[in-house]
Nanobody, 133 residues
Framework: VQLQASGGGLVQAGGSLRLSCVAS????????TAWFRQAPGKEREFVAV?????????????YYVDSVKGRFTISRDNAKNTVYLQMNSLKPEDTAVYYC??????????????????????WGQGTLVTVSS
């Protein structure tokens, strides 16, 4: 599985960006896929996750870190093998390199498993988001 993240950039506080993560693999709909971020001098942090499913898109679950709830939305388009992170009302503290991560199994969302970066076997290269004040 290969992941390609894109969509980062420089934006003013209050602005929006949409990150994309394109995945290889035939069973993409089953992948549990998440976004993490790492700010300068800080540890990597879980941001959001969307579950995989054998059924319809309506059966998907999502979960967010408290600091982005109500501002960020994670979604997936299985026909395009893509997961998105729509980021609105951006704040300077959202500045970080954002990474998408995937695991090829369906697990319960939310759960302790899906917020742990060590659980994911596949990672994209990261895309830089800079929010100016």
């Amino acid at each position: 599985v290969q992941l390609q993240a894109s969509g980062g950039g420089l934006v003013q506080a209050g602005g929006s960006l949409r990150l994309s993560c394109v995945a290889s693999g035939r069973a993409f709909s089953r992948y549990t896929t998440a976004w993490f971020r790492q700010a300068p001098g800080k540890e990597r942090e879980f941001v959001a996750v969307v579950s995989g499913s054998d059924l319809s898109v309506s059966d998907l679950s999502t979960y967010y870190v408290d600091s982005v709830k109500g501002r960020f939305t994670i979604s997936r388009d299985n026909a395009k093998n893509t997961v998105y992170l729509q980021m609105n009302s951006l704040k300077p503290e959202d500045t970080a390199v954002y990474y998408c991560a995937a695991e090829t199994v369906i697990v319960e969302v939310p759960s302790c498993t899906v917020v742990a970066g060590t659980w994911y076997d596949y990672w994209g290269q990261g895309t830089l988001v800079t929010v100016s004040s």
